[in-house]
């Protein structure tokens, strides 16, 4: 979603601000634009579209040594550029980018209205610079304070002063931003992405905090005023450049980066010689483990169907009872938390704001929520404490794929944890553990030779919806088949668990509707090859993904993709990738922007 970039220093600020936003591209966005202090004015240039388009637009002559940039992604406010970053005041004299909702800004907007204040946006950013001048009395940190204390909503945002070089004022709720540390120069993002290639040494914002920012550095206060010191983090250089090597999109190289990002996500925590696995950042005891009543697993989107299989994990497993849920959901239904209950967060960029308001739910009722997090540092991890970094490394694609992989792969591993503890003697432990270690093997084996995918593609883009179906842990799996090929490739999907079917949607089904069914070689096999049955008996065109060996689940197929054997509870690191590769393909064939779909976002910041 939106992105933030500022910069106060020696170097050009044009060059470091679009540079910046060319890295945070993956969020999503749908223009952008820059602010540049000038001696007698601040520059502002805007574009609707890709960055591309505001470099090609910014003036070579244009320099200056403090600036803010923005990528917007549009919520109040339609894609045009009136409505992108910076806006304004009436003077021209203070510039703002906000990522966030300024939830009171009709109100705001009509008591700024009624006082001779002319809007030249639809956005309820805009109110911020108006308020801001109106408050303005010389100190521009503590106008911006002023102003944030009349607002409600959430934010990132930053602001620059045409009477004030050299300084930027930025201030979170909510909306994620880090601080660098340079030689004479400081730096400001909402995602340490955009650092990368600057500062290694980072300071985090938590909310409410208010920040200005100099050359020399910075002083953070609290919005109510109270000093505040934070350590510096050093950001890991693992995390690496994102860039797509000699892949055509990052899409296909996150798939095909799961041999190693799923290694490095179990390698030294699996343990098959003591029978089980070792999470220090849970910070467990075993009687602690032994306490737990209840396990909840809280994720959206791809990370809820991550969620999905490690809630059956957990309670198959570790014999603990488990439940998934969609975290946008349960923060509304007043849940009911105990003190024995263990959750999980899970989230691929640590930043969605419906999980940290699920996060959040939990620790008000006073309980505890562990993060299964990838980017190290971002919110979420930083709010949870203790948790699971997943070490996918960077994930560019805005459909996630390596981290789902990596997601999976802890909750198994936590599963195995405390199944150990609980129930599970050693020798099933061992013999679960080594399964969990021979995944990346197995998943470069299917890469190498994945089957006939461009086959399956031509059938799933023929028709006018396809359907995925699957039963237990392989329902999860056809449930993020479907997202993919929904979000990468814009074709309608629709997944079910198989035995529903019947139930209603197989009315649906008529002469050649595609079908993709999940069906691993499991207890449910059997059950799965009969819904099969029942579809082809209508007509439909089906597409089997099934163990390697099982012939009798490949003949049902129209077409049948096989993937290398494993245990049902990993069977899911398995069976997605032909999932991951049919929404590559298809979206390649149909012609999609394969990294950046539409109107979607890497990071949704906002609820
Ligand atoms: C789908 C996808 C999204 C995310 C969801 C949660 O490919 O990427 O569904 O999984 O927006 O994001 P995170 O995991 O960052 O919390």
Known sequence: MCGIVGYVGPRNVPDVLLDGLRRLEY?????????????DDIAVCRRVGPVGKLIEAV???????????????????????????PHMDGPERIAVIHNGIIENHQALRARLQEEGVVFRSETDTEVLPHLIRKLYRGDPLEAVRSALQLVQGTYGCAVVFLDHPGTIIAARNGSPLVLGKGNGESFLAS???????????????????????????????RLDGAKIDHAIHLLEEEWGSGDKGAYMHHMLKEIHEQPESLRRCLSGRVVPEEGGARLGGLDLSPREIVAIRRVGILGCGTSFHASLVGAHAMEQLARIPSFAEIASEFRYRNPLIEPDDLFFAVSQSGETADTMGAIKEVQVKGGRVMGIVNVVGSSIARTCGRGVYVHSGPEIAVASTKAFTSQVGALLVASLMFARTRALGPHEGKNFGEELLKVPDKVREYLDNPGPILKAVELL?????????????????????????KEVAYVPCMSYPAAEMKHGPIALIDAKTP??????DDIMRDKTLSNVQEVRARGARVVVIHTEGDHEAGRLGDVAIAVPRAPSLISPLLTVLPMQLFAYHAGLALGRDIDRPRNLAKSVTVE
């Open 59 to 85: 003036s070579p002559e244009l320099t200056g040594h403090t600036g803010i940039g923005h990528t917007r992604w549009a919520t109040h406010g339609g894609v045009t550029e009136a409505n992108a970053h």
């Open 27 to 39: 969020r999503g966005y749908d223009s952008a634009g820059i602010a540049v202090l000038q001696a």
């Open 191 to 221: 995602d340490p992405h955009a650092l990368a290639a600057l500062t290694r040494e980072v300071v985090y914002l938590e909310d409410r905090e208010l920040v200005r920012i100099t050359t020399k550095g910075w002083e953070i206060t």
């Open 515 to 520: 079908v993709v069914a999940v069906v691993p």
């Open 461 to 485: 883009t023929s028709g006018k919806y396809v359907f995925f179906f699957g039963r237990g842990v392989s329902h999860a799996v056809a449930m993020e088949g479907a997202l993919k090929l």
